[in-house]
T-cell receptor
């Protein structure tokens, strides 16, 4: 069943600007992950944050996790046209490799 | 890193025919493979979990007789869409369970 809810559903920004996407979930988790999907393609794993972590960085990506609010955010700094894609959060429970995906945010970065 | 190879990437078939989609783990042994379906502009929905050497586990609402899953070896899982209909047209994607986060590249199925 769907657990994550991303907002906004669509986001359009100019190249160089920062993009922030949010994700909320409903049940307790072991970790939360963010994926990127280019149109009609497979998913690329971006970053994983564990339930006992609050913030994580990877290059231009910054992910936060607030387990008390059951929410996470993905920040992409200094966006590029190549960042144009759909971004999904996915949660995983303890002891399970099963992932539950959110509805995704479609990001468009205008050159 | 762990790689899952999925074929075909695109397939067009006539209504009533069957289509087989393969996912191979290239550099690891996948005792578990997850199969997802994604309709246009929607998220991924888990269809079933295949386990090597045993029966697949299907999610509620997914017809096991229509979506046949075989996981006969540690490196190969297949999904066969039987008697395909236009409403089965979708993007199907697999994920290797052992390493958790390795997806195949997906299969775009169009049933005409």
């Amino acid at each position: 069943s769907q657990q994550g809810e991303e907002d906004p559903q669509a986001l359009s920004i100019q190249e160089g600007e920062n993009a922030t996407m949010n994700c909320s979930y409903k049940t307790s988790i072991n970790n939360l992950q963010w994926y990127r999907q280019n149109s009609g393609r497979g998913l690329v794993h971006l970053i994983l944050i564990r339930s006992n972590e609050r913030e994580k960085h990877s290059g231009r990506l910054r992910v936060t996790l607030d387990t008390s609010k059951k929410s996470s955010s993905l920040l992409i700094t200094a966006s590029r046209a190549a960042d144009t894609a759909s971004y999904f959060c996915a949660t995983s429970g303890a002891g399970s490799y099963q992932l539950t995906f959110g509805k995704g945010t479609k990001l468009s970065v205008i050159p | 890193g762990a790689v899952v190879s999925q074929h075909p990437s695109r397939v067009i078939c006539k209504s009533g025919t069957s289509v087989k989609i393969e996912c191979r783990s290239l550099d690891f042994q996948a005792t578990t493979m997850f199969w997802y379906r994604q309709f246009p502009k929607q998220s991924l929905m888990l269809m079933a979990t295949s386990n090597e050497g045993s029966k697949a586990t299907y999610e509620q609402g997914v017809e096991k007789d229509k979506f046949l899953i075989n996981h006969a070896s540690l490196t190969l899982s297949t999904l066969t869409v039987t008697s395909a209909h236009p409403e089965d047209s979708s993007f199907y994607i697999c994920r290797g369970g052992n390493y958790g986060y390795t997806f195949g590249s997906g299969t775009r199925l169009t049933v005409v």
